[in-house]
Nanobody, 126 residues
Framework: QVQLVESGGGLVQTGGSLRLSCAAS????????MGWFRQAPGKEREFVAA????????YYADSVKGRFTISRDNAKNTVDLQMNSLKPEDTAVYYC???????????????????WGQGTQVTVSS
């Protein structure tokens, strides 16, 4: 079992920045691909970013490309999401997730992930 706990959410103005952190426990995350997803009220959970086991491959949703940066530290068992130039449409609950399987159809599909955190709220005011 892997337990994931997100932190760092909050309220920020348009154009501001936040850094989300996901701390894992129970097992090392070095064997897992890690992803960030978000879910806004009334909308489906959507893929934001993912990083492979060793951090060598990184993927972003088009909507966040150039603004968000995902990173991982396997020694600390953490995954971060740096969010810059935030927009009101980025408002959502953000979730960290872990998956053993690999592939584009896996990493962008929230249903493929094995473990999830409880989420952290990000609100961007206009």
């Amino acid at each position: 079992q892997v337990q994931l706990v997100e932190s760092g959410g909050g309220l920020v103005q348009t154009g501001g920045s936040l850094r989300l952190s996901c701390a894992a426990s129970g097992r090392t995350i070095s064997n897992y691909n890690m992803g960030w997803f978000r879910q806004a009220p009334g909308k489906e959970r959507e893929f934001v970013a993912a990083v492979n086991q060793n951090g060598g491959r990184i993927y972003y949703a088009d909507s966040v490309k150039g603004r968000f940066t995902i990173s991982r530290d396997n020694a600390k068992n953490t995954v971060d999401l740096q969010m810059n130039s935030l927009k009101p449409e980025d408002t959502a609950v953000y979730y960290c997730a872990a998956v053993r399987l690999t592939g584009s159809s896996i990493r962008e599909n929230w249903g493929s992930y094995d473990y999830w955190g409880q989420g952290t709220q990000v609100t961007v005011s206009s």
